[in-house]
């Protein structure tokens, strides 16, 4: 992914980093950079729900050339208006965050991704309105935020085999139990504790999902 809204999967599933809910931010950014330079990450999403708009620009301005000089796209959670304000290449948006279509329009060139929990109706619609990803979860348990929505992974079949804008998957997703989803079709595979609660440190859950992911991929 970048800001010219590429969210093609050509190198198959990749990983889609979330940021944990709340950081210190000096030692963050080095413990980032070390996980980003560990493998492959598609893009990172600061997500820090609790935060001031103060405290995201302040941690957007410490993260977003650590992800950037690694040709890692930054996302923003839940507002379009302050992703375009500060120059993130793009936003994510949950189905209360705000107007979507206004959201498309506002970050023209760049990346829009919608949560769509597991509904085939919300995701269609995302699709319609031109919407660079849509995420589906919960696939599994997770501590990260309350699961109001399960899905299974027959939605990322059927999204697959039906649809051309790329599909992330999120909830409770470890290198572990992500196989299912890799196979089902998923494009991005979306992860918090996974990389930083790993015992090994973020770097090691960096290699330990594209490992998995790898290995899920292969034929047969």
């Known amino acids: 992914m970048n800001a010219a809204r590429d969210t093609s999967s050509s190198n198959g599933c990749r990983l889609y980093l979330i940021t944990p809910p709340r950081i210190e931010l000096a030692a963050f950014r080095d413990q980032l950079a070390t996980a980003l330079d560990a493998g492959d990450v598609a893009c990172l999403q600061l997500r820090l729900k609790d935060a001031s708009p103060d405290e995201i620009k302040r941690a957007v301005e410490a993260l977003m050339p650590v992800a950037q000089a690694r040709d890692v796209a930054f996302i923003l959670n839940d507002d379009a208006a302050l992703a375009m304000a500060l120059g993130c290449d793009g936003a994510h948006l949950g189905q209360t965050d705000g107007d979507h279509e206004g959201a498309r329009k506002l970050l023209k060139d760049r990346i829009l991704g919608i ?49 051309e804008v790329p599909s992330v998957a999120i909830g409770g997703i470890t290198a572990e139990n992500c196989a299912p989803l890799v196979r089902a079709g998923a494009d991005f595979l979306a992860v918090v504790g996974a990389v930083w609660n790993h015992p090994d440190g973020a770097a090691a859950g960096v290699r330990a999902m594209n490992a998995a992911i790898a290995a899920a991929s292969l034929p047969g």
């Open 115 to 163: 949560t769509c929990h597991a509904s085939r109706h919300l995701a269609m619609e995302a699709g319609e309105l031109g919407a660079d990803y849509v995420a589906f979860g919960a696939f599994f348990p997770t501590g990260t935020k309350e699961t109001l929505h399960t899905a299974g992974t027959d939605l990322l079949e059927w999204w697959s085999e039906m649809m």
